[in-house]
């Protein structure tokens, strides 16, 4: 007797066709999102809970704006003053910010006009703060 498929019934057509569609419909595994090896200007911004927080506030100038200071290298460590120094983004503005430690708990003060007349986080405080956490996050995972 030849075999073919018009010799299944409709239970075993239907059998397979949902075989078929279970193999396709079976769920992906989770794909869970591991910390970096390496953190650099584009990824800081996922690891950062400053930066989170700022977003989360709406502080959202000033979180892109620190972001642009990463990417185009403005933030130097100058050892003479103890200090580092935030440079203008190009075409922006033209004045160097300095962004000093302290112990508080912002941890750092800045000499702009947002930061002196609010003495909150200021987009120079966040560039450096991600800019350490990139140095040593890199620093522990060489
Ligand atoms: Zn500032």
């Known amino acids: 007797m030849e075999a073919n498929r018009k010799d299944l019934t409709a239970e075993e057509i239907a059998a397979l066709r ?36 700022l977003m989360g506030l709406g502080d959202r100038p000033i979180a892109t704006k620190a972001h642009r200071f990463l990417k185009e290298k403005c933030v130097k460590y100058n050892p003479d003053k103890k200090a ?21 708990e912002i941890g750092f003060k800045c000499n702009c006009q947002y930061h002196t007349k609010t003495k909150k986080v200021c987009s120079h405080i966040l560039a450096v703060r991600l800019s350490l956490k990139i140095k040593n996050w890199n620093k522990k995972n060489e």
Do not use: R
């Open 18 to 53: 949902s075989s078929k569609v279970a193999i396709e419909k079976k769920a992906k595994p989770w794909v869970v999102k591991e910390p970096p090896k390496e953190l650099n200007e584009d990824n800081v911004i996922y690891w950062s809970t400053t930066y989170q927080k």
């Open 84 to 104: 580092f120094e935030v440079k203008p983004i190009k075409g922006y503005n033209k004045t160097t910010y300095t962004v000093k430690p302290t112990n508080d």
